[in-house]
Each structure stands twice: as C-alpha cells, then as structure tokens.
C-alpha cells in the first residue's frame, strides 16, 4: 500500500477552508465539514468506549466494525458526489438486527436513566449524544438543495444512536453493574 500522508501539514487549509475528496475546496465553517467533524468525533468516542472495555467483551468487535463503516461514511462525505455511496440500508438493518439481539437480553425499561452506570456505560452514552449531534448535522446538509447528500447515512446515523442507547444499558450490568434510574422531582443540593 502506498503511502497516504507524506505530509502532516500542508498550510492550504490556513486561509479557512479544506479540500474534499473531489477536489473542491469548501469552508471549515460549512455544513459539509460540520458533519465530518462530528462522525469523526463520534468515532474517537467509540475508541474510547472499546478502550474502556474488558477486550473479551463482544461489544468491542461490533463498535470496531462501526467505528471502520463511521471512516467509510467519513468518505462518502467528503467525496461530496451522489454516486459514490458506501452507507446502505443493509447497514442499517444490521443496525436494527443487533438492537433486537440485546434489546432481548435487557428488562423492560420503565424509567428514563442517567448516563452512567459505569466509566464505560457512561463514555457509550458521551457517543450516543454525539452520534445524535451528528445525525443533526447531517440533516442541514440534506435540506441544503444544492448539496449531494446520501439520506440514508441520516437513517444509519438514527438507528446508530438507538444502538448505542441499548448498548449503554448492556455495558452499565456488565461485571454486576446496575443503570442508574432518574428519580423526578426537585433534588436538593446538599
């Protein structure tokens, strides 16, 4: 394989903007950018939620193949054009398989909970809100008419964040780990 990056810097992104994968130069401050910025994020987050937990633990391989379909996706944004697709519905179905497959093995969910649980659980819930930011994003890029947009990467980015909600609550039982449950009603400092 050849080399990808000769040089770190370039100083062509110095005057406020940054080059897609087709050549254009489009402003860092742009919708497009906001988004790569966010799937990139999200996937840092997934790192450290798989870095976070024990390596046996099989939610490391499934947020791995994520974390490698969140660089793809990476790539079809910044390629900017309508036939290069990398996300598809089949990725979202995967998504919805592997919801129902640990929705199954969790309690029916009465209460809301809290982001914790367990230092883990609690860095799943820090990429849920991300993966929820990102899907945001994606959307003023769609409603923009002249941008090329795939709209099912905002459907994987959807099902994403219900994944990683039921993941959150599989990671926090985890060694005996328990949810935290939100109790309503005014709470007093102490």
């Known amino acids: ?38 799937v990139d994020e999200l996937n840092a987050a997934l790192g450290v939620v798989i870095a976070s937990l024990p390596r046996e633990e099989s939610s490391s391989a499934l947020l791995s193949v994520i974390q490698h379909q969140l660089f793809d996706l990476g790539g079809e944004l910044a390629m900017a054009d309508p036939e290069y697709i990398s996300i598809t519905p089949q990725h979202t179905q995967q998504l919805e398989a592997r919801i129902d497959q640990l929705n199954q093995t969790l309690p029916v969910l009465k209460e809301f909970i809290l982001p914790g649980g367990s230092t883990a659980a609690a860095h799943c819930h820090l990429a849920r809100c991300i993966c929820r930011r990102a899907e945001r994003r994606l959307l003023v890029l769609l409603a923009e008419p002249e941008e090329n947009c795939n709209p099912e990467a905002a459907v994987y980015l959807n099902r994403l964040s219900d994944l990683l909600f039921v993941l959150c609550r599989h990671i926090a039982r985890l060694d005996g780990g328990e949810e935290i449950f939100w109790q309503p009603g005014n709470r007093q400092l102490s």
Not at 3 to 31: C, E, V
């Open 1 to 38: 394989m050849a080399n990808r990056l000769t040089r770190i810097y370039t100083r062509s992104g110095d005057d406020g903007t940054t080059g897609l994968g087709n050549g254009q130069r489009t402003p860092k401050t742009g919708a497009r950018v906001e988004v790569l910025g966010t």
